[in-house]
């Protein structure tokens, strides 16, 4: 590979992977923040408001460092990538910059409001801006998925004299069924992550005996939530997305699976290592016929294999595929199981007593992080060689004119600036956490100036 | 069409300039006129509601210039790769310095993140305005329409360009200054007692330099670009745009003296508009100049996209922005008025 091509695509890599760190909690929260405001309303009952607040100003933390790892996510489409902005442009420029119009401002404005105006704003409007909140973290990620979606599925765009595509079909564009499928799937991904920290901070203060009434909240509402998406997000979302891949990219389905010759009747690969040079899989152990199955609903049915194509048209990383496809299903069958036995244990009262089920809950939380990344790096490295699939390949769109040493130089500095914030971030997390949800006993001299909507003003 | 959306770019850029700029501009004097904690969480809280919803008119511009003008985008953004990821940086190092400020009350953790907030703002004042300058200079464009310019050469203006040469750099130090006349007025609005009256000596003792300079980058544009007036014959009504930068001027020193300082903020709001639309209307249409042949210039026909995305992006975009002023205006209503020190003092917020 072109070394320029190579750290091209390493920091857009490592950014992105990084930036979405952020927002999958943020959006994840977002619905749960509404439901704990509207059940304080409701219920006339300061403990949901006190565990509303608590989970705003997580909320806070991570949209502010989202915000700044997203700007440079934008501005790396002009500066890493500027061939393929310029074929492309006139396209997914305007998924990306609806965003900017309409989820940013949205966003920010209503956070603002939320965290910093509970008193001015009294009850009913707090519950709004908790509200529009949800819409424009929502509203973002299906602009920014759309955009995605487009680089997989091209659609709704024509051929321009100057060999760009341009814009043909706005709504073709914005409804384009990959993203509602992806969108789908992607957004209840989020509420797992959202879901499973909420629970696993609601156990750690069960287990170190503080905030009970709030932590039985937290695990109550992060079981509840958890088990519904983790069940959404294999069936129906899960399989939409697989079958739109067979669809509409077979020779992704074949890399995902290693599948590499064309079968009746294909096996589901649970483990093995693919071995790219003999082309098989070493030490498999296989479901008969799933894959068929799962795919066309037949027992039978054909699924084509890695051999229909040239290699040069199969994704560059095959291994590095699997893998992640492998482990963002191994871990989504994981989430359903952990959540289907707390859920259990919560219907029968035992959960608050379940010493070890609370241990389980608090320590598996880093693993919808990962499910969610590898998820993400399915989609984008089963899209290659493709940068946006059938029409640009990826080596033709980086930036021709920015050498591999300036390409370095950025890259490391992201990398010492994401360590930096890394720090930052941890501190601040574990001192919302340390803090808790319930108000400090002395307002009357508090000794730092930190975010603290609620008590005064 | 394409002149429409050149127009609306402008705005949002200049939208971008006034309002983020006011809160740059109070970084880079945040340590010259708070002198203590309590002074300086003032000046955090006055910007610290409005200052990510200000930054999200870069990105809502960036967008923006993404599909009306994907060339452009495509062309400047990698051409201009060093400055940028550095404005990146930058922006990051200032939003950690004002969110983590105020976690810890120890003085050596608020000192440190004073220091990287103020410095980061007075480098990013710097840098947009040397950014403006190379626009106005000119890049090394090659027939594609690309470039690629290292931080700096021998400083000289000519075709080996580097992103900072002497017109930059001069461009650079005018920002500064306007940015922090323009910041110093703001806080002079949302503040009281000594605060206040600090922040209006700075904007006051910088007034004289701020003509200064003007006359001095009008100079400096006009001899490395003897050409940038020809828009102004053949459109008499740009000769306004001076007028209004002078006129500006003018109205800063004598709301200044009369010690209004929301009139004064408004002057400068004034003067920047004008020094903004000035530079767009001299280069329009073209977008960015080259140094090399100027048959190779990026004019804003042959960077635009087709007819079709620029007619529905206008229907969406006017629809997006006519929401976002809804927001703008309920919460600078739900924050108006002053920032009392006490109310800094009292723990909540900054």
């Known amino acids: 590979m072109d070394s320029a091509l190579l750290i091209h695509r390493l920091q857009f890599a490592f950014t992105v992977t990084y930036h979405y760190l952020f927002p999958q909690l943020t959006m994840g929260l977002a619905p749960l923040i509404v439901i704990l405001k509207t059940l304080a309303i409701k219920k006339s009952d300061e403990t949901y408001n006190q565990a509303a607040r608590f989970w705003a100003r997580i909320f806070g933390i991570n949209f502010a460092i989202g915000v700044v790892t997203g700007i440079p996510m934008e501005f790396q489409f002009g500066t890493n990538w500027s061939h393929f ?7 997914i420029g305007q998924t990306l910059a609806m965003e900017g119009v309409f989820a940013f401002f949205l966003e920010s404005t209503f956070l603002g409001l939320f965290l910093y105006g509970e008193k001015r704003l009294g009850q009913a409007l707090h519950w709004f801006a908790a509200f529009m909140v949800f819409v424009g973290s929502w509203a973002s990620g299906y602009f920014i998925v759309a955009t995605d979606a487009w680089m997989q599925n091209p659609v709704g765009h024509e051929k321009a004299a100057d060999g760009s595509v341009q814009l043909a079909s706005f709504w073709a564009l914005v409804l384009n069924p990959w993203a509602w499928v992806q969108y789908a799937h992607n957004m209840s991904g989020a509420v797992i992550t959202g879901s499973f ?34 069940v959404l997000q294999l069936f129906p979302t899960g399989d939409w997305a697989g079958r739109m891949v067979a669809q509409r990219q077979p020779v992704t389905l074949a890399a995902m699976e290693a599948l590499f010759d064309t079968q009746h009747g294909a096996p589901l690969v649970i483990i093995g290592q693919p071995d790219m040079a003999a082309r098989k899989i070493d030490n498999p152990i296989l479901v008969p016929k799933m894959l068929s199955f799962l795919t066309y609903r037949r027992w039978n049915a054909q699924v084509h294999g890695l051999n229909e194509v040239p290699e040069t048209d199969w994704p560059q990383n095959i291994p590095l595929l699997y893998f992640s496809y492998h482990i963002m299903v191994g871990l989504g069958t994981l989430f359903i199981a952990v959540m289907a036995i707390a859920a259990f244990l919560l219907w029968r009262g035992e959960l608050d007593r379940s010493r070890w089920m609370l241990w389980l809950l608090m320590l598996v939380f880093p693993l919808p992080y990962v499910a969610n990344t590898a998820g993400w790096m399915t989609a984008e490295l089963g899209r290659q060689p493709w940068l946006v699939y059938g029409l640009m390949r990826t080596e033709e769109g980086f930036s021709k004119m920015v050498s591999a040493g300036n390409g370095w130089f950025t890259f490391l500095g992201f990398a010492g600036m994401y360590t930096i914030l890394s720090f930052l971030f941890l501190f601040l997390i574990r001192r919302e956490i340390e803090r808790g949800p319930e108000p400090r006993p002395a307002p009357e001299q508090p000794k730092s100036g930190r975010l603290e909507p609620a008590q005064v003003s | 069409m394409a002149t429409i959306w ?61 599909f009306a003008f994907p060339l452009l985008y495509a062309s400047s953004f990698s051409g201009f790769y060093l400055p940028l990821i550095m404005v990146l940086w930058l922006l990051m190092l200032r939003g950690i310095g004002i969110e983590f400020r105020s976690q810890l009350h120890d003085s050596l953790w608020t000192t440190a993140f004073d220091v990287i907030f103020s410095v980061a703002s007075v480098l990013l004042a710097i840098f947009f305005g040397a950014a403006l300058g190379n626009v106005v200079r000119g890049v090394p464009l090659n027939a594609d329409g690309y470039f690629f310019e290292p931080l700096w050469t021998d400083f000289r203006v000519g075709v080996n360009n580097g992103i900072l040469d002497w017109y930059t750099v001069l461009i650079g130090v005018v920002s500064l200054v306007t940015l922090v006349v323009h910041g110093s007025l703001y ?71 009369q010690k209004n300082d929301r009139r004064a903020f408004l002057a400068s709001c004034g003067y920047i508009v004008g020094m903004l639309v000035g530079a767009a209307f001299a280069l329009y249409p073209k977008v960015l100049p080259a140094t090399t042949d100027p048959a190779y210039s990026l004019t804003i026909y042959n960077t635009a996209t087709g007819a079709h995305g620029m007619k529905v992006g206008f229907v969406w975009w006017t629809l997006g922005m006519i929401l976002a002023a809804c927001y703008f205006v309920f919460v600078y209503r739900m924050f108006r008025g002053k920032v009392r020190v006490e109310e800094a003092a009292s723990g909540h917020g900054y």
């Open chain 1, 85 to 91: 902005s310029r074929f492309a442009g006139g396209v």
């Open chain 1, 197 to 230: 920290v909420m629970a696993a901070v609601g156990a750690f203060y069960l287990l170190s005996n503080r905030h009970l009434e709030q932590a039985r909240i937290f695990v109550r509402l992060g079981v509840i939530a958890g088990l519904i998406v983790s």
């Open chain 2, 6 to 66: 050149f127009m609306i770019i402008a705005v949002m850029v200049a939208m971008y300039v006034l309002l983020d700029g006011f809160d740059i501009g109070a970084g880079a004097v945040h340590l010259l006129i708070a002198k203590n904690d309590i002074e300086r969480r003032t000046i955090l809280r006055a910007i610290g509601p409005v200052w990510d919803g200000n930054e999200v008119w870069l990105l809502a511009a960036g967008g923006t210039l993404y």
């Open chain 2, 187 to 257: 806080l002079a609005t949302k503040t009281e007692g000594e605060l206040n009256a600090r922040s209006r000596r700075v904007a006051f003792v910088l007034w004289p330099v701020q003509v200064l300079l003007t006359i001095v980058s009008l100079a400096a544009t006009l001899y490395i670009r003897p050409g940038v007036l020809a828009n102004f014959s053949t459109w008499p009504v740009g000769y306004v745009i001076p007028l209004v930068v002078a006129g500006s001027l003018v109205y800063l020193l004598i709301a200044q003296r």
